[in-house]
């Protein structure tokens, strides 16, 4: 099994910046797909972003494509999502999950979820 735990939430102002970190225990992540998720309040978990499990793909929800950027430090079993130019519709409980089949280049199945790091941004 493989517990996450989302950091780097707050609060940022319409078109600052927040870099989420999402980090891993349990077992190495450097064999699995990961992705950032988010919930706002009344809306559903909707997906935010992906990348395989060497880093070489990565995947993004139209609403953040060029503001965000997902990667990944194997060394550090740890995943990024930098979040650029946010706006007041980016404000949610962001969550990082992982796909444990092994030597995916997308995300499927998510076995795993962290417990979610809040995002506010002040318009």
């Known amino acids: 099994q493989v517990q996450l735990v989302e950091s780097g939430g707050g609060m940022a102002q319409a078109g600052g910046s927040l870099r989420l970190s999402c980090g891993a225990s349990?077992?190495?992540?450097?064999?699995?797909?990961m992705g950032w998720f988010r919930q706002a309040p009344g809306k559903e978990r909707e997906f935010v972003a992906a990348?395989?499990?060497?880093?070489?793909?990565?995947y993004y929800a139209d609403s953040v494509k060029g503001r965000f950027t997902i990667s990944r430090e194997n060394a550090k079993n740890t995943v990024y999502l930098k979040m650029n130019s946010l706006k007041p519709e980016d404000k949610a409980v962001y969550y990082c999950?992982?796909?444990?089949?092994?030597?995916?280049?997308?995300?499927?199945?998510?076995?795993?979820w962290g417990q979610g790091t809040q995002v506010t941004v002040s318009s």
């Open positions: 999950a992982v796909d444990l089949n092994t030597y995916r280049n997308s995300l499927g199945e998510t076995s795993s």
């Open positions: 990348i395989s499990w060497n880093g070489g793909r990565t």
């Open positions: 349990g077992r190495s992540i450097s064999r699995y797909a």
